[in-house]
């Protein structure tokens, strides 16, 4: 079993996040043994009012599994 860069791992999971049309400048990652931990809120940006939230989320969760190669993901994080 490879071993994960927590570091490495946290900076591809904001990546990711950062490309889509949400605002995240108030979500905290944390990576911890190949889990992603997810805290925080997120909403929609002003620019992109018609975005569905938990449609995103679910998004992201894939694409942590297909590119970072994270285990598990893990949303506390609030939708405004």
């Known amino acids: 079993m490879p071993v994960i860069d927590n570091k ?8 990711e996040i950062s490309r ?5 400048s108030l979500l905290s ?4 043994g190949g889990t992603v931990h997810l805290t925080g809120t997120i909403s929609k940006l002003k620019t992109h009012p018609d975005i569905d939230l938990r ?3 679910e998004q992201i969760t894939h694409l942590l599994h297909l590119h970072c ?3 598990d993901v893990v949303w506390e ?3 405004k």
């Open 8 to 15: 490495g791992t946290t900076h591809k999971v904001r990546q």
């Open 29 to 32: 990652v944390l990576v911890v």
């Open 69 to 71: 190669g994270v285990k």
């Open 20 to 24: 889509r049309c949400i605002d995240s």
């Open 77 to 79: 994080a609030v939708i």
């Open 55 to 57: 449609k995103e989320q």
